[in-house]
């Protein structure tokens, strides 16, 4: 059993940044892949970025250049670093991780979300 906490949402104003932070805790081995997503009112939950236990990364093309995905594997924790925010970009932020034990089962986590707000 995996657990992921987010935090370091909070209410910007366009134009600002926010750095959120996701930390894995708990039955931690094999985790692979983790990634942001978020859902905005009335809408679907959509990825935002992702990144593999390699390093590599994606975007989804909305952040693309203004988002940045990092992760610090010693200390099982994901960043989202999200600058020139819009408004565009208010809504519930979600962290996400794949775990691939040695049976090869595999497994799906989410974080409970933080809330970041973009005022104009």
């Known amino acids: 059993q995996v657990q992921l906490v987010e935090s370091g949402g909070g209410l910007v104003q366009a134009g600002e940044s926010l750095r959120l932070s996701c930390a894995a805790s708990g039955s931690i081995f094999g985790i692979n892949g983790m990634a942001w997503y978020r859902q905005a009112p009335g809408k679907q939950r959509e990825l935002v970025a992702g990144i593999s236990s390699r390093g590599t990364t994606n975007y989804a093309d909305s952040v693309k250049g203004r988002f940045t995905i990092s992760r610090d594997n010693a200390n099982n924790t994901v960043y989202l670093q999200m600058n020139s925010l819009k408004p565009e970009d208010t809504a519930v932020y979600y962290c996400?991780?794949?775990?691939?034990?040695?049976?090869?089962?595999?497994?799906?986590?989410w974080g409970q979300g933080t809330q970041v707000t973009v005022s104009s």
């Open positions: 996400n991780a794949d775990q691939i034990l040695r049976t090869g089962r595999t497994y799906n986590y």
